[in-house]
């Protein structure tokens, strides 16, 4: 049975209270509870956006496989069901200024079939390629994989048949809890496998990546004029479009990051 219609407005009234709830997490029994109940088994990506992986010629696939869009394209094409919110409660939450709140999450597999109709709609296929690239188009960042957080709120199950495909924006996403969160859970949302970012010697500490609402988990900071990434980086590529200087790469350290994604992604959710 879905969940009724005022679980959307209990979320609204309660999602400022997510970093309160991230730093509960650590206290041993709290964060154990918290994971079993919400974030058991997961399985969550950051998608970088396209233009920030630059085209490797020591990759032997053609340029248009080096797109981290196509892990999604892949599921999308692989799903018998597609299910797309009509808002992202996060920015609904927050009453986003910056970014649409129409562009909501995409939901794959056979589960989102249970979602209330009152949130969204059944789409095709076609239409489920158009809405990703609609976020795109707007600044949003995918963020794929298995998250047991919208099985429960959304009261649909099993868990295996939901893929998620959240619509990330830097000012509102519930992830942003991150560097607070207990680090079990925090291991659960990782950046592409075989991908990473390196500040080059072409950076003059200019502090635009370190800005607010660049960093999704505010992993970059400058330090003696340079900018620094650190070990919590989730891989976003948000730092690599804004720097002005192209100072700040994605180095591609496996050539297959993106099959090795779909693999892990497809090892924890069947959306067939």
């Given at each position: 049975m879905a969940s009724p219609y005022w679980i959307k407005t209990l979320l609204n009234k309660t999602f400022s209270q997510r970093f309160f709830w991230a730093r509960l997490s650590n206290y041993p029994i709290i964060g154990r509870a918290i994971e079993y109940l919400l974030f058991e088994d997961d399985e969550i990506f950051y998608l970088p956006k396209n233009k920030a992986i630059p085209v490797n010629k020591s990759l032997t696939q053609k340029e248009d496989?080096?797109?981290?869009?196509?892990?999604?394209?892949?599921?999308?094409?692989?799903?018998?069901?597609?299910?797309?919110m009509d808002f992202c409660i996060c920015r609904d939450s927050t009453n986003c200024k910056d970014y649409p709140i129409d562009l909501g999450c995409m939901f794959l597999g056979e589960a989102a079939m249970g979602i209330n109709p009152k949130w969204g709609r059944r789409v095709t296929e076609a239409e489920a390629i158009e809405h990703a690239k609609r976020c795109r188009d707007a600044g949003l960042v995918h963020l794929i994989g298995r998250n047991k957080l919208d099985k429960v709120w959304l009261n649909v199950g099993p868990g295996k048949k939901l893929l998620t495909v959240c619509n990330c924006c830097p000012c509102c996403c519930l992830w942003k809890v991150l560097p607070e969160i207990n680090p079990s859970i925090g291991s659960k949302i990782n950046r592409m496998p075989g991908i990473s970012m390196i500040v080059t010697d072409k950076c003059v500490g200019c502090g635009i990546c370190a800005k607010e609402d660049v960093c999704f988990v505010n992993a970059i900071h400058i330090?003696?004029?340079?900018?620094?990434?650190?070990?919590?980086?989730?891989?976003?590529?948000?730092?690599?479009?804004?720097?002005?200087?192209?100072?700040?790469?994605?180095?591609?350290?496996?050539?297959?990051?993106?099959?090795?994604?779909i693999s892990r992604i497809s090892n924890v959710v069947n959306v067939t």
């Open positions: 496989m080096v797109m981290p869009s196509q892990v999604l394209d892949h599921f999308i094409r692989e799903a018998n069901y597609h299910w797309i330090e003696n004029e340079h900018a620094v990434i650190g070990a919590n980086c989730r891989g976003c590529g948000r730092c690599v479009t804004v720097c002005p200087n192209d100072s700040i790469e994605v180095k591609i350290e496996n050539n297959q990051f993106m099959t090795d994604t």
